[in-house]
């Protein structure tokens, strides 16, 4: 019954995946100077998909970040630090939404432990998601488990995904219907420390009627890239 959503979104997953793993090999080949470097990479990678974009991909390095919709710049990925890769495959019409947030340096120990805290809120909100939960329940355990760092995440938790990229439900401060069979939501808490830096991890989930299915699959081990460039600089 919902298999013309499913099928598209999932297959947009498969190509938001496919797209991250050759970002990652092709960074650490040290073939990206810039932001806009990876986004003109994603955007001919999802058309060479035959795919279209759900949304104008966002690559963000360093303090760029803390803009949780940051168009990308010039900004040199050299500079180091956190970069937040955000995009989606559309398919059918159908909107896939996935983020991931890869470091160029190496992280340092603090910057480690908050990652591992965005990781550990994004895995367990996901664990939450069935139909009839409350996206305003999920949203709100987000904010528990991402303790002190709360008050450094300024958007919602999650969106459903349709023909347009926010759609019902919402996981967020609002209350609204609760999540049903069928519905695929995103998965995306985030910390965004001023002036500083901003992490986020964003996967699609399936509601089931007895649970959830993941449609994301990257990996989110953090993946430190460090070319011989990074390498004296840091
Ligand atoms: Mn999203």
């Not at 002036?195 to 989930?205: P, S, T």
Request: glycine letters at 10%; a positive charge; aromatic letters at 8%.
């Amino acid at each position: 019954m919902h298999k013309e959503k499913i099928r598209p979104i999932k297959a947009g997953c498969r190509i938001n995946d496919a797209i991250f793993s050759k970002v990652v090999a092709h960074a650490m080949a040290g073939k990206f100077a810039t932001e806009r470097d990876i986004a003109k990479f994603i955007n001919a990678q999802i058309r060479k998909a035959g795919a279209r974009n759900a949304f104008p991909p966002i690559v963000a390095i360093g303090k760029n970040a803390v803009d949780w919709h940051h168009k990308p710049t010039g900004a040199r990925l050299a500079e180091g630090g956190f970069c937040v890769i955000d995009f989606g495959a559309r398919v059918n019409r159908y909107c896939s939404d996935m983020t991931r947030t890869i470091y160029f340096g190496k992280a340092s120990a603090k910057e480690k432990r908050i990652y591992s805290l965005v990781r550990r809120a994004n895995e367990k909100s996901i664990l939450k998601v069935k139909a009839k939960s409350d996206g305003n329940d999920i949203y709100k355990y987000s904010r528990r488990l991402l303790g002190g760092y709360a008050r450094y995440f300024g958007h919602g938790l999650g969106h459903g995904l349709g023909k347009i990229i926010h759609a019902r439900p919402r996981l967020s401060r609002k209350k609204g219907r609760l999540l049903q069979e069928g519905d695929v939501v995103t998965i995306e808490p985030g910390v965004y420390i001023p002036k500083n830096f901003g992490i986020r991890i964003e996967d699609d989930v399936l509601v089931t009627k007895k649970g959830h299915k993941l449609l994301s699959h990257s990996t989110k081990e953090l993946i430190e890239i460090q070319t011989v460039e990074f390498g004296i600089r840091r």
